[in-house]
């Protein structure tokens, strides 16, 4: 049986139509309803759709019912999100513990820009570059299976930061990815090949790296123990970095922090540049640049 769930220009329709004269009968069929009971209850008893009805509306807002719906809460709560996670976690691929190429990246992104986080299952980027949002949910599409959820939004400003440009978001949600992603030992990245070890770079600097006009390469963290990594795997592959380190001041939290800093250094930049370079095509137009001249 279909519920019909009536509003209130129903409602309106059919009290004009009885100021007017009509009776139930004939307002139902103007209205094109099969019954006239309903018409009935607005015109005779004064009682409006139920959705609108002011002793139901004066019910749900009062004090006690408000309390008896919290305490419900407490008990309802914990058990339907328990039972969501079960239902929404989706398995990842046979084959996800396998260090790929894609993997490789995917790394290298959420030990920079990118962000894992157990509690709310989920696997997430936000950057300002379109181009890198999307390379980043091609790789992590392939190496899940799942559909990445990808949009546009704005963040809050505050009294710190107050212009910001608008973000682009991409994420799965998976306890199985976030706790594989959080747990994962990049030592093992040490041991691949260096189709693998150019991928883990490139994410790490298209999310922590910048190239200047004259064709500088650095990437920066301020992760002491990444940074050294990171840096032991660019000169193994060959390419030459110096190391430094500076203290500065984060602007959300106002207090000082030391950054360290990759720079990738003579000949070397051009290795740099062909084997390992970014997706992100701001940064690539100055590295082509930078090889041409």
Known sequence: ??????????????????????????????????????VEEWINRGRKPYYFSDKRIAS?????????????NKITQPKACKIAAELNTKKLKTKYKLLTKELAYILGVIYGDGHVSIKQRRVILSAIDKDFVLNFKENLEKW???????????LKLSKLIKRRKPQWVCYIDSIEAAKFLKNFNRNNIKYCNKAIKYEFIKGMFDSEGSVTLDGSIHIYNSDKSLINFVNKLINNLGIKTSLL?????NNLTLKPITMYKISILGETRKHFAKEIGSSIERKKERLVRFINN
């Open 144 to 154: 899940s299976g799942f559909k990445t959820r990808f949009y546009l939004r704005n």
């Open 1 to 38: 049986m279909k519920i019909i769930h009536y509003t209130l220009q129903d409602y309106d329709k059919a009290i004009e139509l009885h100021k007017n004269g009509l009776g139930s009968q004939r307002i139902a069929k103007i209205l094109g309803y099969k019954c006239r009971s309903v």
């Open 245 to 249: 380190s500076r203290t500065c001041v």
């Open 60 to 72: 749900s807002n009062s004090k006690a019912n408000i309390e008896r719906m919290r305490a419900m």
